[in-house]
C-alpha cells in the first residue's frame, strides 16, 4: 500500500515537473501576451510642395506595405481642401503614420517600407495631385519594427513582447541603381518623434508660362503707342480634378504700372484668373509674361510656371498604368492618352486655351505663335497652350507714302509764275482805267 502511494507522487510530481517544462519552453518560443513599444509607436510624415501660387485640393495617402506580404499594415492621410495657407509659395502638412495597432506573436525583425499614394476615391482623376506635382527625388523610408520577448529577472519569457521602432532614410546609389545606402533616422530633439521627410515641385510637362510680344514696324510706326489687348484663358474644370484649378489666378508680369490709351491713364493688370477677361497695354519692345512666379528657396531655381498646360508628348512613366507595389509606389496613372491628357468622359483636349484679341487701329495686324509661320489678324481663340514656354508675338504694321520732292522743287516757279500773273492782271486793270479817262 506504501509502495503504491509512493508510486502516485512520483506520478504526480512527473507530471508538475513535465507541466512546467512544457510552460516555460512555451513562453521561449512563443509570447501570446501584450506588446508593449520601447519609444515611439508612430512615424510623423512631413509632406511640403514646392514651388505652387495657387490652393489644391486633393488627397495623400502614406502606406506602411509589409515588404514580405506587401500588403498595407497601416496608413496616414493627408487632405488639402484649398483652404491651406500658402507661404513663400510653399504649403506644408503633417499626418501620422501609427503602429500600435500592429499584432506580433514572436520574437522577430519585421520589415515595411512607406510609400505614398493617391486615395481610390478619385479614381483615375486622383492621380492629378502626384501627376501636377511630382517627388523631388525623395529619399525612400525603410522601417524595421523590432520585436523581442520580455523576460523576467531570471531571463525567462513572461508571455509578453517588446518592440522597438526603426526608421531607416534610404537614398538612392547611381552606381547599383537602389536605393541601398541607408542610414538611421535620429528621433526629432526634445519630442523624440521620428519624422519622414517628403519634397513635392511642380511637374515640367504639366505647367506653362505665356510670353505675350509686341513689335511695331513700318514707316508710319508709332513706338512709343500703347495697344490694348484683350486676353481671356479658359481652363477645363474637369481635365485638373480635384485640383479645382479652374479657379486658380496667374500673375502678370513686366509690363508698365500705368499706360496712356487715348489721352487717359489706364492701370495694366497684375493677374489673371480663368474665365475673366483682362486688357493689357503693351508699346512696341515690350513683353508681357503671364503665368510665372519667382521665388528663391530651392536655390538655383528662380521662376517657375503656373498655367496647367500639357506637352506634347508624355514620358512613358507616366503613359503606363501601375498597380502599387514596393517597387514604385505608384498606381493609376492612366489619364494620358497619345500624349494628351484624358477628360472624365474619355476625350481627349488640352486643359488650357488661350484667346487674345488686339485693337490695332489703322495698323496692319499680324501674329506667330511659338516662331510658326506669320498669320494676318489681330486676334486668334481657343489656343492650347502647350507645356513651358507660349510665345506669342504680335506685330503691327502702318505705311505712310513718303513725300516725293515734286511740290517743293517747283514751288518756287508757282511762286514767280504767280506773281507775273497778278503783276500782267494789275498791269491791265490800270491801263484800262486811265484809257477810259
Known amino acids: 500500500m506504501k509502495r503504491l502511494v509512493n508510486m502516485k507522487i512520483i506520478a504526480l510530481i512527473f507530471v508538475i515537473a513535465l507541466v512546467s517544462i512544457l510552460t516555460i519552453s512555451t513562453k521561449e518560443a512563443k509570447a501570446t501576451g501584450t506588446v508593449t513599444w520601447s519609444g515611439t509607436s508612430s512615424i510623423t510624415i512631413e509632406e511640403i510642395i514646392y514651388d505652387i501660387t495657387n490652393p489644391i485640393a486633393g488627397t495623400r495617402t502614406y502606406n506602411l506595405v509589409d ?3 506587401e500588403n498595407t499594415v497601416a496608413t496616414g492621410t493627408i487632405t ?7 507661404s513663400a509659395n510653399q504649403i506644408s502638412k503633417t499626418t501620422t503614420i501609427n503602429l500600435s495597432n500592429l499584432t506580433f506573436t514572436e520574437a522577430g525583425d519585421y520589415s515595411y517600407s512607406i510609400l505614398p499614394t493617391l486615395d481610390a476615391e478619385y479614381g483615375d482623376n486622383g492621380f492629378w495631385l502626384n501627376a501636377f506635382f511630382r517627388s523631388g527625388n525623395d529619399p525612400k523610408y525603410e522601417v524595421i519594427v523590432s520585436v523581442r520577448n520580455e523576460v523576467d529577472a531570471n531571463n525567462i519569457a513572461t508571455g509578453n513582447l517588446e518592440a522597438t521602432l526603426v526608421l531607416n532614410e534610404c537614398t538612392f546609389n547611381p552606381s ?3 536605393y541601398d545606402v541607408c542610414s538611421k533616422v535620429s528621433p526629432a530633439s526634445g519630442t523624440g518623434t521620428l519624422n519622414a521627410h517628403y519634397v513635392y515641385i511642380p511637374e515640367d510637362l ?7 510680344g509686341k513689335e511695331v514696324k513700318g514707316t508710319g510706326a508709332e513706338i512709343n503707342k500703347y495697344f490694348p489687348f484683350t486676353i481671356n484663358l479658359q481652363i477645363d474644370s474637369n481635365v485638373c480634378k480635384p485640383l479645382n484649378c479652374n479657379r486658380w489666378s496667374f500673375p502678370i508680369s513686366d509690363v508698365d504700372a500705368t499706360a ?3 489721352g487717359s491713364t489706364v492701370n495694366n493688370p497684375t493677374s489673371i484668373t480663368p474665365g475673366t477677361p483682362v486688357t493689357v497695354y503693351l508699346k512696341d519692345g515690350q513683353i508681357a509674361v503671364i503665368g510665372e512666379g519667382h521665388e528663391a528657396t530651392r536655390g538655383a531655381v528662380n521662376t517657375f510656371d503656373t498655367i496647367p498646360a500639357r506637352c506634347s508628348t508624355v514620358p512613358i512613366a507616366m503613359s503606363n498604368k501601375y498597380n502599387l507595389n514596393k517597387s514604385t509606389g505608384i498606381k493609376k496613372l492612366s489619364n494620358f492618352s497619345n500624349g494628351r491628357i484624358k477628360k472624365l468622359d474619355g476625350s481627349n483636349t488640352a ?13 496692319t495686324a499680324a501674329y506667330t505663335i511659338n516662331g510658326d509661320t506669320s498669320q494676318s489678324g489681330a486676334s486668334f481663340s481657343n489656343l492650347a497652350l502647350e507645356c513651358h514656354t507660349n510665345e506669342i508675338l504680335f506685330e503691327n504694321t502702318r505705311t505712310m507714302a513718303p513725300l516725293t520732292g515734286v511740290i517743293i522743287n517747283i514751288a518756287a516757279y508757282l511762286i514767280v509764275i ?7 492782271l494789275l498791269f491791265r486793270n490800270i ?3 486811265k484809257l477810259s479817262k
Open 67 to 69: 515588404n514580405v506580404t
Open 80 to 86: 488639402y481642401t484649398g483652404n491651406e495657407t500658402i
Open 176 to 178: 547599383t541603381g537602389n
Open 206 to 212: 504639366m505647367f506653362s508660362h505665356i510670353e505675350l
Open 260 to 262: 496712356t490709351y487715348n
Open 351 to 363: 486643359p488650357s486655351q488661350l484667346s487674345i484679341s488686339e485693337t490695332a487701329g489703322d495698323y
Open 418 to 424: 504767280g506773281i507775273a500773273i497778278g503783276g500782267f
Open 431 to 433: 491801263r484800262k482805267t
